[in-house]
């Protein structure tokens, strides 16, 4: 199946570390993908990862990508009051037409 | 760059009437631009794939005569709810597929919220 799945809470209080999990299906997926959606808001690309590297840090974001367990996680260093929102991961469903499949989402809520 | 916008942003409209949302790709052109639905506190669901120049694919269970979907230009694809009843309200989120620009990536319109009474 298709199934991408997310624990759906997490709180920090500000300037914490945040790392949001992520389990993913499809092991033929050639990228996965960080969005962030603002309450009442679009979808916001963060970050992605191509599936052929481990790591990839884009300023206070980390992205860590497990193959074998089929595991990605998305860590925010010094998380802010503005970092709250609902974060999704996704991975690229084999196949031609690129098809997106969405993680439930982690709502992220920071504490001042 | 890589910008999609959607119009209207919202709209709300009586049960049993038409509506048309439009998604466009503003500063590049997207052969393939994707419809999701998000309902309240739920993830997005995609709805159908849509080609500039052919028939869309719907995913199962989506009504192909009910959710109307247009791909007239590389720039612009449209979605319309024929017939829309209650249960239609929910966040419609298109997409376009932009894959010379990087990654792949999606990139996502601001979403469309629908309430239909």
């Known amino acids: 199946g298709e199934d991408v799945e997310q624990s759906l809470f997490l709180s920090v209080r500000e300037g914490d570390s945040s790392v949001i999990n992520c389990t993913y299906t499809?092991?033929?997926?050639?990228?996965l993908y960080w969005y962030k959606q603002e309450p009442g808001a679009g979808l916001q690309l963060l970050t992605y990862?191509?599936?052929?590297?481990d790591m990839k840090q884009d300023q206070r974001l980390t992205v860590l990508l497990n193959k074998k367990d089929k595991h990605l996680s998305l860590r925010i260093a010094d998380t802010q009051t503005g970092d709250s929102a609902i974060y999704f991961c996704?991975?690229?469903?084999?196949?031609?037409?690129?098809?997106?499949?969405f993680g439930t989402g982690t709502l992220l809520a920071v504490q001042p | 760059g890589a910008v999609v916008s959607q119009h209207p942003s919202w709209v709300i409209c009586k049960s049993g009437t038409s509506v048309k949302i439009e998604c466009r790709s503003l500063?590049?052109?997207?052969?393939?631009m994707f419809w999701y639905r998000q309902f309240p506190k739920q993830s997005l669901m995609l709805m159908a794939t849509?080609?500039?120049?052919?028939?869309?694919?719907?995913e199962q269970g989506v009504e192909k005569d009910k959710f109307l979907i247009n791909h007239a230009s590389l720039t612009l694809s449209t979605l319309t709810v024929t017939s829309a009843h209650p249960e239609d309200s929910s966040f419609y989120i298109c997409?376009?597929?932009?894959?010379?620009?990087?990654?792949?990536?999606?990139?996502f319109g601001p979403g469309t919220r629908l309430l239909v009474l």
């Open positions: 997409s376009a597929s932009a894959p010379l620009i990087r990654g792949e990536t999606q990139y």
């Open positions: 499809d092991s033929s997926s050639t990228y």
């Open positions: 990862i191509f599936s052929n590297m």
């Open positions: 996704a991975e690229i469903y084999g196949g031609a037409t690129n098809k997106l499949i």
């Open positions: 500063d590049f052109q997207a052969t393939t």
């Open positions: 849509s080609n500039e120049g052919s028939k869309a694919t719907y």
